[in-house]
């Protein structure tokens, strides 16, 4: 089992900016791909971005360009950080850590934190 801690997350206005941050409790020998996810009432959920245990960033085109994502490796615990700039009312969502662990790369999803854009 791996324990993920969401926070972050909350009210601003267009063009502002939030951190997202999602720490999982886990050897980081053992967690590959970590990443974000979003989901609206009604929608499927979306990939925002992901991070592979190496670094490499990937990002849906949506988010290019104004969102960055970031990963702290420390020996039991890995956090992944989603930092979200020039938000727009379109970027208001559940959003949702996702933490792949493991050699048959299991899934293991956050509790969801809400991001809102509005004046």
């Known amino acids: 089992q791996v324990q993920l801690v969401e926070s972050g997350g909350g009210l601003v206005q267009p063009g502002g900016s939030l951190r997202l941050s999602c720490a999982a409790s886990?050897?980081?020998?053992?967690?590959?791909?970590m990443g974000w996810y979003r989901q609206g009432p009604g929608k499927q959920r979306e990939l925002v971005a992901t991070i592979t245990s190496g670094g490499s960033p990937y990002f849906a085109d949506s988010v290019k360009g104004r969102f960055t994502i970031s990963r702290v490796n420390a020996l039991n615990t890995v956090t992944v950080y989603l930092h979200m700039n020039s938000l727009k009312p379109d970027d208001t969502d559940v959003y949702y850590c996702?933490?792949?662990?493991?050699?048959?790369?299991?899934?293991?999803w956050g509790q969801g934190i809400q991001v809102t854009v509005s004046s």
């Open positions: 996702n933490v792949r662990v493991g050699l048959d790369d299991h899934a293991y």
């Open positions: 886990r050897s980081i020998f053992s967690i590959n791909d």
